[in-house]
């Protein structure tokens, strides 16, 4: 017995269909003054960036906090500087130590590491097998390096946010910006704060 063929219903609201919600929620309409309007279209902007770049942990993966109270481990900083022109006369006058934890990660509740992977980022002194700090409590202003993902896609660039818009600015001229589009998902993990490089040959 052969199937016959049904076309779909007509009316009714069709999946996916409709506006992307901006703020993750159901919306409302309210009245503001005219002398307003200016005021609150640019609050909601702001809200909706908020609510598009808020970052949430993919279920797959869990942060692994660092130690609220790690050892200390000071190593004694000289107060010679080293120049890196000419050599001139050193001395070995210790002015203090220095906690790489509490210089590194001041806040380390809201810290966490990752390592650097392409040469996207080689303009800013991001190289491939570099250490990241990442800081989560820092708000990810135009300008920041930041930890993103992008459809569920890892990727460190500079944020930049200007009139509503987001983009994602690789330091590398090989590279393309990323502009963020209606459809695209996009989170943020934190604000690179550091960077651990190796100049091991």
């Known amino acids: 017995m052969s ?4 076309s779909p219903a007509h009316g009714g609201k069709r999946e996916g269909a409709g506006r992307k ?3 993750g929620e159901p919306t409302t309409l309210v009245r503001v003054p005219e002398s307003a309007k200016a005021v609150v279209v640019d609050f909601l902007d702001e809200l909706a960036l908020k609510c598009r770049t808020e ?8 942060p692994v906090k660092l130690a609220e109270s790690p050892t200390a481990f000071k190593v004694p900083l000289f107060a010679h500087t080293v120049r890196a022109g ?13 906690d790489l934890n509490d210089h590194l990660m001041p806040r380390k509740e809201a810290s966490f590491l990752l390592r650097a992977k392409g040469d996207s980022m080689v303009g800013a002194g991001i190289h491939d097998g ?24 890892f990727t460190v660039k500079t944020l930049e946010k200007k009139r509503g818009r987001i983009r994602l600015l690789p330091a590398n001229p090989n590279f393309e910006p990323i502009e963020l589009k ?10 690179v704060t550091n960077v651990i490089h190796s100049l091991k040959p």
């Open 21 to 23: 919600a901006r703020f």
């Open 55 to 62: 970052p949430r942990w993919p279920d797959h993966l869990t």
């Open 130 to 153: 570099d250490i990241l700090i990442i800081d989560r409590s820092i708000t990810p202003t135009d300008g920041r390096v930041v930890i993103a993902t992008l459809d569920g896609q």
């Open 3 to 6: 199937k016959t063929k049904t």
């Open 86 to 98: 000419f050599p001139s006369p050193a001395d070995d006058y210790v002015a203090d130590t220095l």
């Open 182 to 191: 209606d459809e695209q998902e996009l989170q943020i993990w934190g604000v």
